[in-house]
């Protein structure tokens, strides 16, 4: 039988199939689930810099001096307090998936900043978290704040998370860089473990009757995955970190294609909420099959076949396949 084993941020992981954060590895029982439906590992769903934020504060009198001259912004957030847990609920989802499975659990931080708030990260540790999924989920709206100024925050929130904690760090990108080549290496420089290609923004939606922005939430299509293959191909021959894709993994083939690309994991979050737990038993079926009927001993003799420069044709991955691709396109005879 095939090994489908891998190894991702220096830990050994059953499979490469691991549950991205969501509401999915919010409780022990599930978590144990993943377990035995064959997760490699779990990622919790993340705690947010501004709870933290506000845990501190909380300590501070001038908190209720702040929270009145900003009642605005305060309505924005959800009840923070208690979101995903809390900040301390969270570290007894640490310390209770910890003792409950033996398959790595890794803890999500997300955030935009470097700040007294990231201390939390080593509280993770502590708690028992194998690693630390750093989420970037920066939306630059200030005109005046340029792309270096934005990136150069990132390096330097990751080297502060590096600094506290000593567990492997993992950061969750936006596909939305200059360049997205240059900002990998310069994270993987500055000691990032693994980079999760690629964050989902949730675009909100407008409602042209009520003239009001409202909030859309849409699980992934599997067409989402090309935008992954193609950075992960492009970066696995550049960055020392491993590679996780995160984005419309929805089978086994998927998962075959990013590893292929060049990915240690796959991570899946829309298949499993749409489908059940149970269904990432015959994604891990099927890929067994695949790699039998495919000669492959284990995933990791694949891992990277399909990269840019493993490919025999490069420019695939490159502006002139764009322009071969448009002018492949046949315009229909009209009638
Ligand atoms: C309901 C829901 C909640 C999520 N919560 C988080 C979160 O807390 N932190 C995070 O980094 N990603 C979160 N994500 C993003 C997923 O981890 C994942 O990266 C994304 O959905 C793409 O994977 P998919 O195509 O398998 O859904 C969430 C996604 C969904 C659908």
Redesign the pocket.
Same mark, same amino acid.
């Given at each position: 039988m095939s090994d489908i084993a891998t190894r991702y941020l220096g830990l050994t992981l059953k499979s490469p199939l691991v549950a991205?954060?969501?509401?999915l590895c919010e409780s022990v029982p599930n978590i144990r689930e993943l377990e035995d439906a064959g997760m490699g590992a779990v990622?919790l769903?993340?705690l947010f810099e501004e709870q933290l934020e506000l845990e501190s504060n909380a300590l501070d009198d001038d908190l209720w001096r702040g929270a009145e001259s900003y009642p605005e912004s305060q309505s924005l957030l959800p009840d923070l307090e208690d979101y $995903?847990l809390g900040p301390d609920g969270y570290l007894d989802l640490i310390e209770g998936a910890k003792a409950a499975v033996d398959i790595p659990v890794i803890a999500?931080l997300?955030g935009v900043s470097p700040g007294g708030w990231a201390e939390y990260a080593r509280l993770m540790e502590e708690a028992g978290a194998d690693a630390i999924?750093l989420?970037i989920y920066s939306i630059s709206t200030e005109p005046s704040v340029g792309a270096a100024e934005v990136e150069k925050g990132y390096v330097d929130f990751v080297r502060q998370i590096k600094r506290t904690t000593r567990i492997p760090v993992a950061v969750?990108l936006s596909p939305f860089f200059s360049a997205p080549a240059n900002i990998a290496l310069r994270l993987d420089d500055a000691g990032a473990d693994g980079l999760v290609l690629f $964050?989902?923004f949730y675009q909100p939606d407008f409602d042209v009757e009520s003239l009001e922005v409202v909030p859309r939430?849409t699980?992934?299509h599997p067409d989402?995955l090309l935008l992954r293959l193609h950075w992960t191909a492009i970066l696995s021959d550049h960055v020392e970190a491993d590679l996780a894709v995160?984005?419309?993994?929805h089978s086994a083939v998927d998962v075959v294609k990013a590893i292929m690309a060049g990915a240690s994991v796959t991570?899946?979050?829309?298949?499993l909420?749409q489908k059940g737990i149970h269904h990432a038993c015959s994604i891990l079926s099927d890929l067994r099959r695949w790699l039998e009927e495919h000669e492959y001993d284990s995933v990791r003799q694949m891992c990277g076949s399909m990269s840019r420069r493993s490919v025999p044709d490069p420019s695939a991955f490159e502006r002139g396949n764009y322009m071969r691709v448009l002018s492949s396109h046949a315009l229909k005879p009209s009638s």
């Amino acid at each position: 039988m095939s090994d489908i084993a891998t190894r991702y941020l220096g830990l050994t992981l059953k499979s490469p199939l691991v549950a991205s954060a969501s509401p999915l590895c919010e409780s022990v029982p599930n978590i144990r689930e993943l377990e035995d439906a064959g997760m490699g590992a779990v990622v919790l769903p993340s705690l947010f810099e501004e709870q933290l934020e506000l845990e501190s504060n909380a300590l501070d009198d001038d908190l209720w001096r702040g929270a009145e001259s900003y009642p605005e912004s305060q309505s924005l957030l959800p009840d923070l307090e208690d979101y $995903n847990l809390g900040p301390d609920g969270y570290l007894d989802l640490i310390e209770g998936a910890k003792a409950a499975v033996d398959i790595p659990v890794i803890a999500s931080l997300n955030g935009v900043s470097p700040g007294g708030w990231a201390e939390y990260a080593r509280l993770m540790e502590e708690a028992g978290a194998d690693a630390i999924e750093l989420n970037i989920y920066s939306i630059s709206t200030e005109p005046s704040v340029g792309a270096a100024e934005v990136e150069k925050g990132y390096v330097d929130f990751v080297r502060q998370i590096k600094r506290t904690t000593r567990i492997p760090v993992a950061v969750k990108l936006s596909p939305f860089f200059s360049a997205p080549a240059n900002i990998a290496l310069r994270l993987d420089d500055a000691g990032a473990d693994g980079l999760v290609l690629f $964050n989902r923004f949730y675009q909100p939606d407008f409602d042209v009757e009520s003239l009001e922005v409202v909030p859309r939430l849409t699980l992934s299509h599997p067409d989402e995955l090309l935008l992954r293959l193609h950075w992960t191909a492009i970066l696995s021959d550049h960055v020392e970190a491993d590679l996780a894709v995160t984005g419309g993994v929805h089978s086994a083939v998927d998962v075959v294609k990013a590893i292929m690309a060049g990915a240690s994991v796959t991570m899946v979050a829309s298949v499993l909420l749409q489908k059940g737990i149970h269904h990432a038993c015959s994604i891990l079926s099927d890929l067994r099959r695949w790699l039998e009927e495919h000669e492959y001993d284990s995933v990791r003799q694949m891992c990277g076949s399909m990269s840019r420069r493993s490919v025999p044709d490069p420019s695939a991955f490159e502006r002139g396949n764009y322009m071969r691709v448009l002018s492949s396109h046949a315009l229909k005879p009209s009638s």
